[in-house]
């Protein structure tokens, strides 16, 4: 099963490198997995540690949204230099972070409003399976949804422009 983790991991990073054509940002996007595992399993611990099957379908669930909204935030800082011609800068790692504010906390509320029902009254008979997973994905999604909000625009700007990041490690994007 670790080694499974391991070559799905390294397939999701490999495609992150294939979307952006930059190792860079694949690596930006990549940090955000971690933190959503470490939500999902915080959360996991608090409501008693149970870590089962349902749990493990929530983690899966957890890295999909977490990927989407890194993406999508790193597809906008693009679209907002080629198309707007925005500078590299804080100028911009605000305004796509401002931007996209309103359409990641919509999505996450809205899946967090679908979840809390189920992580509650999850003792209920027929849902004994669904509240371990209601549970992770809430932790993960509450961390990952902070990471792709506060953390990414800062690693964003924190890695260089694209150009200058070639130029002074002598690295291709």
Known sequence: MLWIAVAVAIGVFLLLQACFASWRLALIAFLALPAAMAGGLLA???SGGNISL????GFLAVLGMAVRNGLLLIRHYQSLQVQEGLEFGE???IRGARERLAAILTSSAAILAALLPLAIRGQIPG????QPTAI???GGL?????M????MPALYLAAGAPEERERGLGLAN
């Open 44 to 46: 996991a611990l608090v």
């Open 54 to 57: 349902g749990s493990l379908v």
């Open 136 to 138: 992770v994905m809430i």
């Open 127 to 130: 849902l004994e399976i669904v």
């Open 142 to 146: 509450l961390a990952s949804t902070l």
């Open 148 to 151: 792709t909000l506060f953390v």
């Open 91 to 93: 100028e911009l790692a």
